[in-house]
Nanobody, 124 residues
């Protein structure tokens, strides 16, 4: 499945953004969907995950500020990002998996499909 991530941009500290991830030609009803980010010079890191049964989990660095959700038709997964900080600046990627929920959902290898990334820049 091809994933399309969108919604990035340039914002000031304290602002909000909502990222979207949509699958081409299908829905996310049987997929776990995660968000990762990669800052310049750093490794790609886990941000949040939504299982197909509704389980969610967040990295400690974004907990209480970011929220992952799905639309009712499972045609998109969103990452609502509030109270953004300069250290949130990164390229954000969505990823998906439609195999069984076993393994390390915080690791890149858990996911089978990746989107192209969307840039989020937080700067005053």
């Amino acid at each position: 499945v091809q994933l399309q991530a969108s919604g990035g941009g340039l914002v000031q500290p304290g602002d909000s953004l909502r990222l979207s991830c949509a699958p081409s030609g299908r829905t996310f009803s049987t997929y776990a969907v995660g968000w990762f980010r990669q800052a310049p010079g750093k490794e790609r890191e886990f941000v949040a995950v939504s299982s197909r049964s509704g389980y969610t989990h967040y990295a400690n660095s974004v907990k209480d500020r970011f929220t992952i959700s799905r639309d009712n038709a499972n045609k998109a997964v969103y990452l609502q990002m509030n109270s953004l900080k300069p250290e949130d600046t990164a390229v954000y990627y969505c990823a998906a998996r439609n195999r069984a929920w076993t393994g390390s959902w915080w690791e890149l290898g858990f996911y089978d499909y990746w989107g192209q990334g969307t840039q989020v820049t937080v700067s005053s």
